[in-house]
């Protein structure tokens, strides 16, 4: 259980993992799950995870509120995903060509996904967002792309959020305007001059460190009107998004399609896939394109997402995110005023973000995050958080134990608010 | 057995795939796998595969002499890569952090390649490419990279061989030099004048299409001159040679160590990885970029790659690669004599490459290809070809039963030469 929270819990494994890391990775480690920018109480390295669960590798028991930065999305270790990957290792996965499998799960993508006509596959969200960029640029024989300030597309040089490593050139395509602000779109698409293969957006504002912002439909349908009237492809960037908020597309219930839409993370419950959906009018220049990798056409994780997928609809798992991410957000506010803590949740409740009234150097929610993971949760200080379709409303009532020491700490810290 | 050649060999089930594809995939099939420029005998679908055979979807069967362009490397379905891959999807795969098992595989890469003293990970060889001139730049302040003209270093925007969807801003960093001549690869470093980040190239050259070129050593020796006198990073791309040659980098038999190299396809036998090493002046450039992905710290392919690179030299794999190359090499030149067909092999043994004497169009590979994929081996047009480790003498043999036809066919069709 992890109702007691424990500050001494024994953290010798980790740390002497650790300091051989220190060795042979620059900086220990690296990217959106290294430890190194986080609170102390944070382990670096993992043993173990089942269903809503997760352990480090010195025994310690969390629930799991980050699912990876999203992969995970039925739990980890879904029993229907493990068979299929089970079943598709015992006969072949990087062979000489793919398995039917892929042909099954475009077909599930074109049948799920009410835009898409059409579905290629590749490794990387960075890998499906960039083709994208390409497509709409084969398309049209533009260049420019317009993409929202601050937005993350990926880690490619074109999309990273940290410029060294980067020239100049790697950005000279992209043009930025501000999420939910169609005159800002506009005053992108006027300074491109007519050049304009693509618009990218985010179904709805996740930035990192800020407010999460749901789509306004007249931005989304104004983005619509802009791309038919100026010739550019809508790309809906899917990747953090993409099956947490509908069993299709992130905008179906808008009902705005765009012409390409990018996934990734969630599709195969955490197996390396990505993949790219585009409509009709875009399947010729999807094939003038050249873009491949050793391992797109391996069969397990096409097979891992097709039962993904199959599951998701199946057990109604949006449904059950939703009701979990509500009694967890519901259950974070009622203990922020009892603790008289001021805090500010925004985005879907799938994708929870947390942050408080007047953290600017997120120094309560860090010392919020490093007193849940002390306590048994995993959570992030910066970044959004994701509910996974086997999270229960007993481990959400566990958390929930957690976090309410987790607010005390910050209460007597910092002070009410 | 696959000694007998039968060009009616059923392929209903491969063309319903066929035509559910074209129905949901652009052009049917992308990238370098598909079967689309591949004369009809090759099968696009596959069902199994297990050490040196791998079986289409119609049952067929076919010595693989392709190794899906690489990633195969001790055999389909290796006992003990599959064995670590079902040890470690039994605890957890995608998680909360990576698995130990990441620190033992840097430590293992570090200790097996010489130059290396650290290891980052990611998921295709472009990755790889793409984040060692990121480094490059970073550790400089340069901009330009110097690449040989016509070297296959990914299908990123900067590397892919074709310019759909690619902007002139993508290759305006790119400066191109001729493999193996040291005096191009000084004339494009004056042409960058003094923004040099990094000279990128191949442990040999093997483009498609080419006769292959095993490097000079004056010329490798040269390129590191160069890259000390003006201090920029020499990269290794060992994506498509890493571990084929050498169990340790391809270059340590001539004595030159790169400053990066990148590696992807055959480190963890098919399972989706690819990684950086490092010399360590370059450690902080690599700690300062930002590049992650969704899937990098996925723990099973690493375990995979621990078990390859340990069984690769248990295995002594690259002296069996190598005697299996020569055997093949051996009898495909007698063969071509016999029948009076002129060919050019080129080339490391364990990568072999065919060319027909005077066969501009590949007319002459394309029907000794797919003569070959009739009659139950699969090679390429223009492509090298990949030995792996669990190909057998009795395999090659296998493989030259059905070459013999093939050249005959080509005899038939072409006359002598």
Redesign the interface.
């Known amino acids: 259980m992890t109702r007691v929270a424990n500050v001494s819990r024994t953290r010798e494994i980790d740390a002497a ?1 650790r300091r ?2 220190r ?5 220990g ?5 290294s ?1 190194n920018n986080l609170p102390e109480e944070y ?8 269903g809503s669960r ?1 352990w ?2 010195d025994g310690n028991e ?1 629930v ?1 509120l ?1 699912c ?5 999305i039925l739990g ?2 879904h029993p229907a995903v ?1 068979a299929a ?2 079943a598709q ?1 015992a ?10 499998c ?2 099954e799960l ?2 599930l993508l ?1 049948e799920r996904v009410s835009h898409a ?4 596959f590749a ?5 499906a967002n ?1 083709i994208c ?6 398309a049209t024989g533009n ?1 420019k792309v317009l993409a929202a300030r601050g937005a993350y597309h ?4 074109w999309s ?3 410029v ?7 950005r ?2 992209v043009q930025y305007y501000t999420f939910n602000d169609l005159a800002s779109v506009e005053a992108a698409a006027a300074h491109a001059a007519g050049d304009v293969a693509a618009v990218i957006v985010s179904p709805f504002k996740h930035d990192a460190g800020f407010d999460q912002e749901l789509v306004d439909p007249a931005f989304a349908r104004g983005l619509r009107g802009l791309c038919d009237r100026i010739g550019a492809a809508l790309v809906l960037d899917e ?1 953090r998004a993409g099956f947490r908020l509908n069993h299709g597309g992130s905008w179906e219930t808008i009902g705005v399609e765009p012409d390409l839409s990018a996934w ?2 969630a599709i195969a419950n ?3 896939l990505a993949a790219v959906l ?1 409509s009709a009018p875009l ?16 069969a397990a ?1 096409m097979a891992a997402a097709v039962a993904t997928i199959t599951a998701l609809r199946e057990q109604s798992a949006v449904a059950s995110m939703l009701q979990r991410g509500i009694r967890l957000r519901e259950g974070l506010q009622a203990q922020a005023r009892s603790a008289g803590v001021a805090i500010c949740q925004t985005g879907p409740p799938q994708m929870p973000n947390l942050r408080f009234v007047g953290d600017e150097n997120f120094e309560r929610s860090r010392l919020f995050g490093g007193a849940c993971a002390a306590g048994g949760v ?1 959570v992030h200080p910066r970044h959004n958080w994701f509910v996974s379709a086997a999270l229960s409303d007993d481990d959400v009532d566990d958390a929930l134990a957690t976090t309410e020491m987790a607010f005390a700490a910050v209460r007597e810290q910092f002070g009410g608010s």
């Open positions: 993992l051989r890391a060795e042979v990775i620059p900086g480690m690296y990217g959106h799950l430890a382990p670096q390295f993992y043993a173990r995870s089942e997760v480090d590798v969390y799991d980050m990876s930065f999203g992969p995970v980890h270790r493990e990957v089970s290792l006969t072949g996965d990087t062979q000489a060509g793919p398995a039917p892929m042909v475009a077909e074109v006509d059409w579905a290629m490794k990387n969200g960075s890998d960039t960029l390409m497509i709409a640029r084969a260049n990926g880690s490619a040089p990273t959020p940290v060294r490593g980067v020239t100049p050139e790697d000279a395509s990747v990734s993370k955490g197996y390396a585009g399947a010729e220049a999807a094939s003038s394109i050249f873009v491949t990798g050793s391992f797109w056409y391996q994780p995993i």
